[in-house]
């Protein structure tokens, strides 16, 4: 929607110029002038929809393991998350400043610039994941995690010539003296979480084009660390696509 209105500023001013050099318009070039803000408002409710079903969200009978649903990822619509029919906390993603959103909007085509993440506990509490890029065109991202207003784990993305060779997308979450490791194969494909090469965790999308997304531990071991295993997986979705 951000670059559809830019696109049209842009135009008009173009066309202003012309007008005022030239002394005349093209009428055509009018009419595909105004297909930008036509397109512009169909974008915003297609975007309003998909954040009505984010914030809306409720569990169905049949889910038995942790869920969530992640359509719109751009702005700061609350989304939900649930322990099988259970509320556990209310996420959405934040913007340090204002102009950072319209930046991502505009410019960033994948949306991963400037990506925070903060998640309300239904028992209270707050845990966010903020970002510390030191600059934009560096391939990996790197967040320090944040509870309650304490830095207790570190969080960075794995890109590499390597990984991008096998079509890996990878994430390394460093919390305690665990170091949590998040990988997929592509869209559709499901995510292992892992703890010295042992699945500890998988999760994956309930359908490709779906929204919905599953996440359950398999190893009850980890059992104290599930939430900060759900919570990176969410922010592997926002980085990935998945």
Do not use: C
């Not at 556990?88 to 505009?106: G, L």
């Not at 998640?119 to 966010?128: D, N, Y």
């Not at 990996?140 to 060779?165: C, H, L, Q, Y």
């Not at 490791?181 to 703890?195: E, H, K, M, P, W």
């Amino acid at each position: 929607m951000g670059k559809l209105l830019f696109l049209f500023i842009l135009g008009t001013i173009g066309m202003t110029l012309r007008f005022l050099i030239v002394g005349e318009f093209e009428w055509n070039q009018v009419f595909i002038l105004f297909i930008f803000p036509i397109g512009a408002f169909v974008v915003w409710f297609i975007h309003r929809w998909m954040v009505s079903r984010d914030v809306n969200y409720i569990p169905s009978n049949t889910d038995e393991t942790w869920n969530t649903h992640m359509g719109e990822r751009y702005s700061t619509g609350v989304k939900q998350l649930y322990k099988r029919k259970k509320k556990v906390a209310v996420y959405r993603r934040f913007y340090q400043h204002r102009w950072q959103h319209w930046v991502n909007e505009v410019v960033e085509g994948d949306g991963n610039w400037y990506m925070n993440l903060s998640f309300e506990l239904a028992v209270g509490g707050k845990v966010e994941f903020v970002e510390k890029r030191s600059s934009l065109f560096k391939n990996n991202t790197n967040w320090i995690m944040v509870r309650d207003g304490e830095p207790v784990g570190k969080v960075k993305t794995e890109f590499s010539m390597k990984n991008a060779a096998k079509l890996k997308e990878a994430l390394t979450v460093e919390i305690e003296d665990k170091v949590i490791y998040y990988q997929s194969f592509g869209i559709g494909s499901a995510t292992d979480v892992l703890i010295d090469d042992h699945v500890i965790a998988k999760g994956i999308r309930s359908e490709v084009l779906r929204s919905k997304y599953h996440f359950e531990l398999v190893d009850d071991d980890y059992t104290k660390l599930e939430e900060i295993l759900v919570m990176g997986f969410i922010l592997f979705n926002y980085v990935h696509k998945q």
